[in-house]
T-cell receptor
Framework: SQQGEEDPQALSIQEGENATMNCSYK?????LQWYRQNSGRGLVHLIL?????REKHSGRLRVTLDTSKKSSSLLITASRAADTASYFC???????????FGAGTILRVKS | DVKVTQSSRYLVKRTGEKVFLECVQD?????MFWYRQDPGLGLRLIYF???????EKGDIPEGYSVSREKKERFSLILESASTNQTSMYLC?????????????FGPGTRLTVL
């Protein structure tokens, strides 16, 4: 069964708008990661947030983590057409030794 | 930059064939992984390896085996390909324990079994 589940499944916005994607998970974690996948390609790591962190920034990306709600969000500000991709959250489990990926959010940025 | 390469981008095989998918990483990473990706299901872990000649089953190992004879190379083997193994296969590597480290992915192999 999946540990992380993204919401929404698909998102379509205009260039320049902000995009927010959410991830919920079921069990305690050490870390949560976000990855991007351009169509038909491999995944690229975006950001890792540890369980004792609440917010992290990287360029136009902002990730938050709420361990009490078992949820995370990824915000992409001032989106560009090149941000069109699928976005996945991935969690380890506190006593696990592997990453578990969600089904992803498909983001389309229209120019 | 870490580079993970996979032997083929697209592969078409017939039911019953033995299929080899090769993955090579150039950063001396200890850990390597094979996933399959299907629409609506995300990535599912097939097998992983923490060391040479060491392997562990992931969530969906049935119908697959792996080989890691050298640190940089991790092969996925479909002993007798079936149509339900048509999928995108992704290889990844990481330096340290997966939950605390970035995984670096190859470009993927889209396998079609006829």
């Amino acid at each position: 069964s999946q540990q992380g589940e993204e919401d929404p499944q698909a998102l379509s916005i205009q260039e320049g708008e902000n995009a927010t994607m959410n991830c919920s998970y079921k069990t305690s974690i050490n870390n949560l990661q976000w990855y991007r996948q351009n169509s038909g390609r491999g995944l690229v790591h975006l950001i890792l947030i540890r369980s004792n962190e609440r917010e992290k920034h990287s360029g136009r990306l902002r990730v938050t983590l709420d361990t009490s709600k078992k949820s995370s969000s990824l915000l992409i500000t001032a989106s560009r057409a090149a941000d069109t991709a699928s976005y996945f959250c991935a969690t380890d489990m506190e006593y696990g030794n592997k990453l578990v990926f969600g089904a992803g959010t498909i983001l389309r940025v229209k120019s | 930059d870490v580079k993970v390469t996979q032997s083929s981008r697209y592969l078409v095989k017939r039911t019953g064939e033995k299929v080899f998918l090769e993955c090579v990483q150039d950063m001396d990473h200890e850990n390597m992984f094979w996933y399959r990706q299907d629409p609506g299901l995300g990535l599912r872990l097939i097998y992983f390896s923490y060391d040479v000649k060491m392997k562990e089953k992931g969530d969906i190992p049935e119908g697959y085996s792996v080989s890691r004879e050298k640190k940089e190379r991790f092969s996925l083997i479909l002993e007798s390909a079936s149509t339900n193994q048509t999928s995108m296969y992704l290889c990844a590597s990481s330096l340290s324990r997966p939950g605390t480290d970035t995984q670096y992915f190859g470009p993927g192999t889209r396998l079609t079994v006829l």
